[in-house]
Structures are given as structure tokens and as C-alpha cells.
């Protein structure tokens, strides 16, 4: 089993319990995210209150929180429905995403936290783990949820937690978009070279290179996943 996603939005300073809601909201995101909703599809209140055995009103409240993050539109008369951006869109949140993680690189390496160092190396090792295995949708969730974590973890220790919540939900709209950027062996490869240069920046308190590594795991990751819609696009209008 691919390790979780988790939740669509952890406390930032870790010690608030999620309310129902943030925990429907966390496992209707992380379904999103491996495509068992596709685009377009709706998001029915009933199913999932089935799903959960809750009644609808945390599921109409969890709803409502994937629509602040960009998952899902509520819609007159149809409820909510999985969103679709186009590439023109999923460029712009990535460059978004690319400058304000660039910021909480250079901070970090400002900080000279010891111990984000250790955290952080200890998971890439993690990473490193996962490139022996058998390429595999369950590698490829695993990775993110990997990468997810190593994320949070960066943000997280920002110093500010306005900076954190941004990032949090420019992360989770962008999270589909970064399985298909790290859906290859090579890119999982090449990602996991790139965090190594950035948790030895941090670690040598280079700001400046800091920046500049975090931004590079992000506009690669978009790159690839530009490419990927790119050519969908094209097989549809084919079809």
C-alpha cells in the first residue's frame, strides 16, 4: 500500500486534533490526487456521507474546504465537481508555488535549524529508499507522499505562519499536477538529487542557493507535468 497523503491541511503548529470535516476533506483530496475522481467528475454529498457513515453536514463542510483550495467547485444545481485547470493555469500556481517555496528555502537557511537538517536528510533517505523499487503507481504515490511531508516540514519552520498556509494550499492545488511531474523513475531520480543540493544549502546557510533549489524542485516537477497535459491535450483533440 502507498504510503497516505494525509490531510489536506495539518495544523501548523502540530498540536490541533482535525476536525471531521479536515479529515474527510484530507482522504476526498488524496482520492482526487489518484485520480479515482477525474476532472469533471461531481463529488456526490450522499455517496460520501455513505463512504464516511457521517451525516451530510460535515461532508457539505469538507466540500466547501477542497473549494477553498482549489480541488473542487460547488456549482448551482450540480454540487460539487472536480476542477480541471488548463496548462496556461497549472503554470501560473506552479511559479506561484516555485517563489513563495523559494522564500521558505531561503529562510531555512537563514534559521540554521540543526534539527530541520537532520529531519530532512533522514527522509531523503527515504526517497533514495523508494528508487530501488519496481517503478509502480504505488511508488510514484508513496514518493509524493514523501515529498509532501518534506514540504510541510520546510514550510513549516518558514517563521511565519501567514507564509506556511499559502504554500499549504498552493501545494494541495498543484498536488495532482506534481504526481504526474514525479510519475517516472528519472524525474524521482532527478528530484531526489535536487533535495540533496537543497538540504546542503540550507545546512551551509546559503540563502541565495537555497532559494534557488527549492524554486528548481518546483518548476521541474512542472515542467514534466506541463509536458504530460500538453500531450493528453493533443491525444484528445486527435480523438
Given amino acids: ?20 470535516s479536515e479529515q474527510i476533506a484530507g482522504q476526498l483530496a488524496e482520492s482526487i490526487v489518484q485520480g479515482e475522481y477525474e476532472p469533471g467528475d461531481r463529488v456526490h454529498e450522499v455517496a460520501v456521507s455513505e463512504r464516511f457513515q457521517v451525516s451530510r453536514g460535515p461532508v457539505r463542510e469538507a466540500l ?51 534539527a530541520l537538517v537532520a529531519e530532512l536528510r533522514a527522509q531523503l533517505e527515504q526517497l533514495r529508499g523508494l528508487l530501488e523499487l519496481e517503478d509502480s503507481e504505488d511508488v510514484t504515490d508513496t514518493y509524493l507522499a514523501e515529498v509532501q511531508d518534506l514540504n510541510l516540514k520546510l514550510c513549516a519552520r518558514t517563521g511565519s505562519d501567514r507564509l506556511a498556509e499559502i504554500i499549504f494550499s498552493l501545494l494541495h492545488q498543484t498536488m495532482r499536477y506534481s504526481r504526474l511531474g514525479l510519475s517516472t523513475g528519472e524525474r524521482r531520480a532527478q528530484s531526489v538529487r535536487n533535495w540533496a543540493r537543497l538540504i546542503d544549502s540550507i545546512e551551509k546557510g546559503d540563502a541565495e542557493a537555497a532559494e534557488k533549489a527549492t524554486q528548481t524542485l518546483v518548476n521541474r516537477s512542472k515542467a514534466m507535468a506541463v509536458r504530460l497535459l500538453r500531450e493528453e491535450d493533443g491525444q484528445g483533440a486527435k480523438g
Fill in 64 to 114: 466547501r474546504i477542497l473549494e477553498k483550495e482549489g480541488l473542487v467547485s460547488i456549482q448551482p444545481r450540480r454540487g460539487a465537481i472536480v476542477t480541471k485547470l488548463t496548462v496556461s493555469e497549472v503554470e501560473d500556481v506552479f511559479e506561484i508555488r516555485a517563489t513563495l517555496l523559494g522564500l521558505a528555502g531561503r529562510r531555512a537557511a537563514q534559521q540554521g535549524d540543526k
Fill in 1 to 20: 500500500m502507498p504510503k497516505s497523503l494525509g490531510a489536506i491541511r495539518p495544523a501548523i503548529g502540530g498540536a490541533e486534533a482535525l476536525s471531521l
